[in-house]
């Protein structure tokens, strides 16, 4: 099974603990994985759910956690022949922006305008826009998008973090985070 934790959140409300007997494999992808989420499926299902990463340009799959190689709050090591790089980002302090190439990252882009010219990736290294971290062993923890981060006074601000310290603070509301424009300070929150 993949899904979303907000798809595997909501099965889980209304599933038997028999309804999943025969999986033998739930991956999680396109959001972080809530880890009330993990925990429903571990104790109601006995299932583990692994995390994977990818985006549609890399048809889809960059990352995953398996059964033998798996770690908690990462998204799994990069799969078998693909290459990546770090671009280093003005205050972020560790990890960088991920770019990768190889087999299964799309040939490029077709212009809307010039729908027979396609545009490929800058020596094939394609820009996921997201910052990430890789640890001692291969594994991608991911930090942030590049656009979902403010620069304040020169300082990188999560605008997920924010958004999270608000829904803890006053979890009955809704809350988005955005940025304005601040001649002084770069960017408001």
């Not at 880890?35 to 995390?51: A, M, Q």
């Not at 990768?100 to 800058?122: H, I, K, S, T, W």
């Not at 291969?138 to 990188?156: D, L, Q, Y």
Request: one cysteine or more.
């Amino acid at each position: 099974l993949f899904a979303t934790s907000t798809f595997l959140g909501n099965y889980a409300k209304f599933a038997h603990p028999y309804d999943f007997y025969k999986l033998r494999l739930v991956v999680a992808g396109a959001e972080k994985l809530n880890e009330e989420v993990r925990k429903v499926y571990s104790e109601k299902f006995g299932i583990r759910v692994l995390e994977g990463y990818g985006s549609t340009e890399c048809a889809p799959v960059l990352s995953a956690n398996t059964l033998m190689a798996n770690r908690n709050g990462s998204v799994g090591q990069f799969v078998p022949g693909l290459d990546y790089k770090l671009e280093p980002v003005p205050g972020i302090e560790s990890g960088g922006l991920l770019y990768v190439r190889g087999e299964n990252v799309m040939l490029g882009y077709y212009l809307f305008d010039q729908p027979a010219q396609l545009v490929a990736p800058e020596a094939g290294w394609y820009n996921t826009g997201d910052i990430v971290e890789i640890d001692h062993d291969g594994f991608i923890h991911i930090k942030g998008r590049v656009k979902r981060f403010a620069k304040v006074a020169g300082e990188m601000v999560s605008l997920e973090l924010v958004e999270k310290i608000a829904n803890t603070a006053a979890p009955e509301h809704q809350h988005a985070a955005t940025t304005q424009v601040d001649v002084q300070r770069g960017e408001n929150i």
